[in-house]
């Protein structure tokens, strides 16, 4: 039986779709269907025995309240200063870091001549305070400015960033701008100035997408006629994902490429990451009837990783450890390197390593029945507590560039109704930043602006980037490999594009 004998099955969880075969092979004989029965229902209830053990960190009253913020008001109407202004606002209040007070708190701050008066802010309760502003320069750019005040030190700014651009780019450089602030506020910057990639399936279609790190402008980055999956960050941030086109096997795609990259070993693509460096790729490859899991510096010197089989959605530690979703037992767990972290018993999904300023955290998504959770463990799977509660499907979460935050695809009913969440990584302060739900997610931090986009591992495609001025730089690419092996046949199934399996996904 191979992987492809599951593509005609609609819409099913890729738990389901493709961890049948293996879950099959090892009941020892259980033929019949009540002894089935009975498995399943012992594993239903030991499932939930487990995930309700564990701990919940995110309970009201047993943490400190957050450092009150205020935002100098400004009666300026030009645009870049309102969007400056906005922007900064909702990243500081994103963050989590901060409990940004309320526009009404500083009505009467408004005819203050542009001064922060930190007297005024202080018996309001704030313990800091920005100010920002935008403004139009006659040679056409844009001058953008944020600074940072204790109201215990003083009326001079303890921080300032002053920061150029063109009209075009006032959005973004305004996040950069809030990130800085962040940074000289908490001593980490923020994480805003970045964009997150999903798959976002509408009907029969999936396509790649692309959204800012709060939630704005989504765009979609590949094409109607590719199937999508596993989309990833690359080299220089550009976009690399799985796609298959007219019910071929599914190949690795750089986005606004017509031409797959070649790839060795071949075989459809189920799962793709890079590294933090982005000097090393993971790639989760068919094999027969089954998903092994490769790795090396580029798409032609991928060497086996792993043995566990469907093994789906890798993703990198900060330290070069490489976690994965693969077979257990009974359903998915969670793997670092060759050992099982995730609880025996929990089927377990779409792993991500956060780089928290206190230490590696390894966060993943755990089923049980209807519902899906969010866990986090340390680096090995150790001191494991349970970030979501009892509030629909949690799934595929996202570290932000700080590590300070996870984002999450929810269909919860409560807050704010499903969406695109982003949250504390101790579970706290979940806001929604996008009605959109899909799944693949990941977060990266743009590069700096001057820096060339680079060719994807191994591809053979000469790649141009925008520089400075819109022209364009021609890339050295690593040259074809010599010799490649030729294609299994049973390890580039042929799907059909009405059922792609959504990858990772846990029932």
Known sequence: MTISTYRSVALLPLLALLLAPHALAQKSGQTDSGQRDRAKDDRASKSEEILNNIIVVAKKGQLKPLPRIGVQPSLAANIEDVTIRSVVRRDLDLSGEFRVLPESVAEDLYFSKGKVDVKAWKKKGAESVVRVRGRSLPNGE???????????????????????????????????????????????????????????????????????????NPRPSSTDEQLALSPAFGPDHRLYYSASVDHDAFKIFAAGEAKPLQLSPRGSVYGLAFSRKRDEVAVSIARGATIKLFRGPNLHDLKPASSVGMAMHPAFSPTGKLAFAGAGKWGQRIYVGRKAVSPAGLNASAPVFCRHPNGVRLVYAVGLGKNTDLVASNELGGRLVRLTQSRGRNNYPACSPDGRLIAFFSTRKSDEGPGLYIMRIDGRRPKRISTLVGDSLRWARLPPRSRPAKAAPGSKTKLTAAKAGNRPMKLKVKPKAKSAPKPDAKSAPKPDAKSAPKPDATP
Request: glycine share 14%; charged share 20%.
């Open 142 to 216: 844009i001058e953008l400015l944020g600074e940072a005040y204790f109201t215990d030190v003083g009326n001079k700014p303890v921080f300032q960033k002053r920061l150029k651009t063109h009209s075009g780019g006032v959005r973004a450089t305004s996040h950069r701008i809030a990130d800085a602030l962040i940074g000289a506020l908490t001593g980490t910057p923020g994480a805003f100035s970045s964009e997150l990639t999903f798959i976002l399936q509408t009907g029969k279609t999936r396509r790649a997408y692309v959204i800012d790190g709060d939630g704005h």
